[in-house]
């Protein structure tokens, strides 16, 4: 157990809707992660958070999606007007404060848009 | 950009031999991780290679790190069936990225 937790695990919505995800780190994690995994390849970066300060999105990251860390503590993304290409497995990390450290990955949110 | 390219992407391995993945990256970072996924489930951390010429051991796997040569490799010592997986190098460098990833199936 990683101490990471995602709500939910499995989502399936209809094109168009909007969904949010949910990541919970234990409180030492200062740095949380979002990546997105499509079936058969590695995870790839969304966005990270330092504290509550969001300092890196990847271009990947359409005006679509938003995240937001408030407090420093759980974060949430979101995704307005889904699209089936939005269908993947979005996994959140959390590391320690260091630079470098060890990401644990939680056990992913699985969405499937129709 | 950085790259970090694995192979062989797919590997069928017979029980009790012997195999090794490659990590060929293209940044000069000196810090590495190895990944293994299960079908359906989440990523769990293996191994922290943390400077030129570690050498990580945990079981039947063994990792190292070559940081002049921009390689890393994950040894599988006598395989076992548990050992069926996907592996995956990460490097946390100012990029964040993962490569491709090795899917291993162990045959008896």
């Known amino acids: 157990d990683t101490g990471v937790s995602q709500d939910p695990r499995h989502k399936i919505t209809k094109r168009g809707q909007n969904v949010t995800f949910r990541c919970d780190p234990i409180?030492?994690?200062?740095?949380l992660y979002w990546y997105r995994q499509t079936l058969g390849q590695g995870p790839e970066f969304l966005t990270y958070?330092?504290?509550?300060?969001?300092?890196?999105k990847s271009r990947l990251l359409s005006d679509r999606f938003s995240a937001e860390r408030p407090k420093g503590s759980f974060s949430t993304l979101e995704i307005q007007r889904t699209e089936q290409g939005d269908s993947a497995m979005y996994l959140c990390?959390?590391?320690?404060?260091?630079?470098?450290?060890?990401?644990?990955f939680g056990p992913g949110t699985r969405l499937l848009v129709l | 950009e950085l790259k970090v390219e694995q192979n062989p992407l797919f590997l069928s391995m017979q029980e009790g031999k012997n195999y090794t993945i490659y990590c060929n990256y293209s940044?000069?970072?000196?810090?590495l991780y190895w990944y293994r996924q299960d079908p359906g489930k989440s990523l769990e951390s293996l191994f922290v290679?943390?400077?030129?010429?570690a050498v990580k051991q945990e079981g039947r796997l063994m990792a190292s790190l070559d940081t002049k040569a921009r390689l890393s490799t994950l040894h599988i010592t006598a395989a076992v069936h548990d050992l069926s997986a996907t592996y995956f190098c990460?490097?946390?460098?100012?990029?964040?990225?993962f490569g491709a990833g090795t899917t291993v199936t162990v045959r008896a």
């Open positions: 990390a959390a590391s320690g404060g260091q630079y470098q450290e060890t990401q644990y």
């Open positions: 409180s030492e994690h200062n740095r």
């Open positions: 958070f330092q504290n509550e300060a969001q300092l890196e």
């Open positions: 940044t000069t970072s000196d810090r």
């Open positions: 290679l943390l400077s030129n010429g």
């Open positions: 990460f490097l946390n460098d100012y990029k964040l990225s």
